[in-house]
């Protein structure tokens, strides 16, 4: 049964209003949901194309991506059939042209003229999600445009790193899972693309061959930590947004300190020396009434394919070791560099209603902390993320620096798939 759930574009609990001075995100939005946390994080206008009926129906009536779909199961098909374990050629057949890109583009153009339930797609599901928050200056037919360039090329780059083995930008944590040059993992690619053809009947949209094949790439190297710990409200911050509303923000001159999570290097290790520093720095500052929420930021990062995840542990280690209660810790359990620590703590801000006109202090050791100040970490948000997702306003110490959250930390960038 398919079910809509009163969160914002990344399942966490909604707060009512809407981005002060941003056209678009508003976190009473009801999110559709497809049943894969992977998916709706990534490509949440494939989703809505899935889960709205309407918009699904005005999409099987479109003579163009109905030909588009059948021409990429018949390419299915004949890669089942004849490609063997040639991995390139299963790829040639799922991924998506530039042609086939672009003759979809126009279709949607053409929808959206035409069709006012295309034209909801845009103005009722992809404007408020916030997942598309980047164009959010733009007409909703350059928005609509946007999304789906988005995810063709977000599907094209999975495909390209978790079946044919080039490599991501962090080639050391976030790379294929196996030897693509080795015998099996050919064996293993046509074994796929011969499952995906027996459920071929199932496809009724013009993406879903390639949106299927991605998804299933993900799966087969264990990289669904986009997935993980979904959805965070009803699971590891399920104390911190039931206390929400008994906070008097007014007490305090900070709305969270953040701590950045450090994978550890030793093997067994499920903590890092410098997370251990950074937490203990933190506590201090919370303790001393700075802000009532310490937020504990990272994901499943090292080493390659860790079972440890740095928030999760660094949540732990704040109650066990210090005695702070879970209903004051956030946790972003996703992040896997120092970028995103920043753009990911400031999407939670965002979605659960906490101020974010009250700065928040990012509280570190000295050399990570200056590091974030520097001309070669603001070169780097623009570079990986496209814009900055904080505004500094000041420092503190040498070890804290305090920001600001910037609403374009709402878009979901799938090139990123891990953690878009």
């Keep these: 049964m398919k079910k809509v759930h009163l969160v914002c574009w990344l399942l966490f609990l909604c707060a009512t209003g809407t981005v002060t001075g941003q056209a678009g995100f508003d976190r009473s939005y009801r999110l559709l949901r497809s049943g894969s946390f992977v998916q709706d994080k990534n490509f949440y206008l494939l989703t809505v194309l899935e889960q709205w009926p309407a918009a699904g129906e005005a999409i099987s009536r479109n003579a163009t991506l109905q030909q588009v779909l059948q021409a990429k199961k018949q390419r299915l098909q004949q890669a089942a059939t004849t490609c ?82 080039q490599k991501p930008r962090y080639a050391d944590i976030d790379s294929v899972s196996y030897d693509v040059k080795h015998g099996t993992y050919p064996r293993l690619i046509d074994i796929t693309v011969n499952t995906l053809n027996g459920e071929v009947k199932q496809y009724t949209q013009f993406f879903q061959p390639t949106l299927h094949f991605a998804l299933t790439l993900l799966d087969l190297n264990d990289r669904d930590e986009a997935g993980r710990f979904e959805p965070l409200h009803e699971k590891a911050n399920q104390a911190l947004v039931q206390h929400l509303p008994q906070i008097n923000w007014a007490d305090y001159p900070y709305s969270v300190i953040l701590v950045q999570g450090a994978g550890p290097d030793l093997p067994g290790s499920s903590l890092d020396a410098w997370a251990k520093l950074r937490m203990r720095l933190a506590v201090e500052r919370y303790r001393r009434g700075l802000a009532p929420i310490l937020v504990v930021s990272g994901g499943n990062v090292h080493p390659f394919q860790t079972p440890f995840n740095e928030s999760m542990e660094m949540k732990k280690a704040l109650m066990s070791r210090y005695g702070i209660p879970e209903h004051a810790i956030l946790v972003e359990s996703h992040s896997r560099h120092s970028t995103t620590n920043l753009r990911n703590t400031a999407r939670l801000l965002f979605q659960y209603g906490i101020p974010t006109d009250k700065p928040m202090v990012v509280t570190a050791d000295m050399y990570q902390s200056k590091y974030m100040q520097g001309d070669v970490f603001t070169k780097r948000c623009q570079q990986e993320l496209g814009y900055l997702p904080h505004q500094i306003v000041k420092r503190l110490s040498p070890f804290d620096l305090v920001l600001l959250p910037q609403p374009a930390s709402l878009y979901a960038d799938p090139l990123d798939p891990l953690d878009p």
């Design 84 to 165: 063997q374990q040639n991995t390139t050629c299963h790829t040639d057949a799922l991924r998506l042209s530039a042609e086939e890109s672009a003759l979809i583009n126009r279709a949607l153009t053409d929808l959206y003229n035409r069709e006012e339930v295309i034209r909801q797609v845009v103005s009722k599901h992809l404007r408020p999600s916030g997942a598309y928050q980047r164009y959010v200056d733009s007409t909703d037919a350059g928005l609509l445009r946007n999304a789906w360039q988005d995810a063709a090329r977000g599907l094209n780059r999975i495909i390209d790193v978790y079946a044919l083995g």
